[in-house]
């Protein structure tokens, strides 16, 4: 399967078979929690940095360009999916498991592309740590931290 345009689907992009007989796609959303959103993926990405930045709401509404119930319902939705992933916590890794641990860095809404120590005493730097399990399942955590040493 393949990434492609489609202007059927809410995002824009789908996956579709690499053959040209077969006529299968499905969402690039599949297997993830939010399965069929009514906003543009991007926007839901802007409202969850905001969220994860801890900007109150007027700074938010301001960033993401809804209206405040809109990003009010996409906070719950945060708060909800948050409450679910630290109710059901799991273990990373084990014998013959690899893990994947990368950081990046984030300062002012900006990815800095190879982030150094020297960042840690920039304000308004957020580090976020990924790690990523090498199974078929796939399983990903992320986690803020305050550098890059924690």
């Not at 679910?84 to 990373?92: A, K, Q």
Request: aromatic share 10%.
């Amino acid at each position: 399967m393949t990434i492609r345009k489609s202007s059927f689907s809410t995002n824009g992009y789908i996956y579709r078979c690499t053959d040209t007989s077969c006529n299968k796609k499905k969402s690039i959303l599949t297997g993830c929690i939010v399965k069929t959103p009514k906003i543009l993926l991007y926007l839901f990405l802007r409202a969850l940095f905001c969220f994860v930045i801890s900007l109150d709401n007027i700074q938010s509404i301001n960033a993401v360009e809804f209206s405040e119930p809109t990003y009010i319902k996409i906070k719950k939705f945060i708060d909800l999916m948050e409450h679910d992933l630290s109710r059901n916590r799991f273990i990373m890794g084990g014998n013959g498991t690899a893990v994947q641990v990368d950081e990046i860095a984030i300062c002012r809404g900006r990815i800095i592309r190879n982030p150094t120590s020297s960042y840690d005493n920039i304000p308004n730097v957020t580090w976020l740590v990924g790690v990523i399990e090498e199974t078929p399942e796939q399983r990903v955590i992320f986690k803020i931290v305050p550098d890059r040493y924690s």
